[in-house]
């Protein structure tokens, strides 16, 4: 099938390491090895005075409350050996068209949206979700934040929003390890497949640098 994108996505089941090496237009996953974080200088955005430990200093509206709920609700879902594979995880694929095997961190997130009873965004494609019309500068819980890779030239993996501060935000995310955790070259940086750890759906402190885009798709 092709997505928006135009990337065409086989259908027949396949390894976690070819499915992710031959399809990396889609979910956003690239081995670390691979990706590299944008080390630009970030944009400059506004001090929300979020404790740094903690994701509960920001207020969201209504509607992002109820998505906040669906996300939370989540965490500890890990996949099962490693391969994209878990039935929770099959139902985020689901979501967007997909079977199993496919990289899900854009596919959580349609899942959520869907979850709370948004029609919107579904996308497999990470970039997707960050139309300019949508970017806001002013995060708060339910937005949806994108992280650049210098190799790819585009957002490369996707999360809410949970919490934002002066240097660091909070987030929740899926198709990622704990924090701490760093690739098999020792980058404390990079983004995602951070590590032995188990891959799944955790909530993260990351430094605002990492950030190049936050969109929000609900009021």
Known sequence: MLLGCGVLIIASP????????EDEGIGGYHSNRQAGVSKGKPRKRSGLGLPETTGNGLQGSRHSR?????????????ETTDNNDHPRI???????GLGRGYAWCAAFVSWCFDRAGYPEPRNAWSPALFPMARRVGDPRPGDVFGIYYNNLRRIGHCGFVDGWGDTHCITVEGNTGPDGAVAGIGDPNTPVRAGPAKQGIYRKRRPVRQIHAVARWIP
């Open 14 to 21: 396949k390894t976690k390491k070819s499915t992710r090496l």
């Open 90 to 96: 099959d139902e985020y694929l689901k979501s967007v």
């Open 66 to 78: 109820s998505l906040q709920a669906v996300y939370t609700a989540e965490i500890g879902v890990y």
